[in-house]
């Protein structure tokens, strides 16, 4: 059974950090792996999607990589900015359909 | 850009009331998915449709059905709502039939409360 945890919970840092999101996986078998964002209140939207064979996908001051293997997926932010706040999920993409529960994310000027 | 809209943003129901929640996208997508997202537990997937008259049950599908009559729409239906089903209520739509791993793209969302 798949199980995804997003370390850390909730982050606050100040603005201009760069940052590192976790995502692991218990199940390898996946074919794809997505990260969004989620802003209170409104639905998901898409970030970043890597596909099995790219081990790195980046789009902007995101950075995000898969290491199917070690169950292991992270989503990097250079030079956040207080928009950047909202909560980040990840979603390994198989069989079965399985988010993490997010990361809660806090830029402050 | 592909956009996936919902019927309402905010809903208030009554115990016991049947309850439709619409979901429509523009992009031709074979694939559409009905979740429920609650605190500490994240994102469930309730139902999915991978064509038209075509459904799969997701982890939680007690209590809920769906139908879905043509490919652009897929709705979400609560045949006697009830307080545990109080949630907000996310639909998802993605490209290639069968296949679930392809890339999602939300809704708005439907914050919907039974009382």
């Known amino acids: 059974k798949q199980e995804v945890t997003q370390i850390p919970a909730a982050l606050s840092v100040p603005e201009g950090e760069n940052l590192v999101l976790n995502c692991s996986f218990t199940d390898s078998a996946i074919y794809n792996l997505q990260w969004f964002r989620q802003d209170p209140g409104k639905g998901l939207t898409s970030l970043l999607l890597i596909q099995s064979s790219q081990r790195e996908q980046t789009s902007g001051r995101l950075n995000a990589s898969l290491d199917k293997s070690s169950g292991r997926s992270t989503l990097y932010i250079a030079a956040s900015q207080p928009g950047d706040s909202a909560t980040y999920l990840c979603?390994?993409?198989?069989?079965?359909?399985?988010f993490g529960t997010g990361t809660r994310l806090q830029v402050f000027p | 850009d592909v956009k996936v809209t919902q019927s309402s943003r905010y809903l208030v129901k009554r115990t016991g009331e049947k309850v439709f929640l619409e979901c429509v996208q523009d992009?031709?997508?074979?694939?559409m998915f009905w979740y429920r997202q609650d605190p500490g537990l994240g994102l469930r997937l309730i139902y999915f449709?991978?064509?038209?008259?075509?459904?799969e049950k997701g982890d939680i599908p007690e209590g809920y059905s769906v139908s879905r009559e043509k490919k652009e729409r897929f709705s979400l239906i609560l045949e006697s709502a009830s307080t545990n089903q109080t949630s907000m209520y996310l639909c998802a739509s993605s490209f290639q039939g069968t296949k679930t791993y392809n890339e999602q793209f939300f809704g708005p969302g439907t914050r919907l409360t039974v009382l």
């Open positions: 979603a390994p993409l198989g069989d079965k359909l399985i």
């Open positions: 449709s991978y064509d038209v008259k075509m459904k």
């Open positions: 992009m031709d997508h074979e694939n």
